[in-house]
């Protein structure tokens, strides 16, 4: 398989696995994380609300099915080796994103509820779509 179509089916299967509504970045917020874009890599804002997105869906995990799970965080460590493989800005700026989703959501969910599927599953759709306009932007 090509390595671009390797790198669609990756995104597509991050894609379908995660979960619910990322808080959206302030304008100002956004402005001050602006860094000069990475030759051939995706728009940053879309990856670091990917990384939020994952952060908290690996907290509801976290609470969900205990520290063992560590799903959500292994597909941040993957997103990282292709979206920032080096230490620098962009890596730590999409750490800090998926900290940021972690903390966010263990502050509004102290424990896991009947209804953090349906949280886990918005996160997954919005998720989605972030991972479907990232991987769309490769094939540019």
């Known amino acids: 398989m090509p390595a671009r179509g390797k790198l669609t089916l990756r995104m597509s299967l991050r ?6 509504l990322l808080l959206a970045a302030t ?4 402005a001050q994380q602006q860094e000069a874009p990475v030759e051939g890599a995706a728009p940053i804002e879309y990856v670091s609300e990917l990384a939020e997105l994952l952060g908290r869906a ?9 520290d063992s799970d560590q799903t959500w965080r292994n597909y941040m460590f993957n997103m990282l080796a292709i979206e920032a493989p080096d230490s620098g800005p962009r890596k ?6 998926f900290n940021r989703g972690f903390r966010s959501q263990t502050s509004n969910s ?5 209804d953090m599927s349906a ?5 997954a759709s919005r998720g989605r779509e ?9 094939l540019r």
């Open 15 to 20: 894609a379908l696995s995660l979960a619910a």
């Open 27 to 30: 304008p100002q917020a956004l």
């Open 58 to 66: 690996h907290a509801i995990r976290s609470m969900c099915n205990g």
């Open 92 to 97: 730590s700026q999409l750490t800090s994103a």
């Open 110 to 114: 102290r424990d896991c509820s009947s």
């Open 119 to 123: 949280v886990e599953a918005q996160i």
């Open 130 to 138: 972030l991972a479907e306009m990232i991987a769309s932007s490769y």
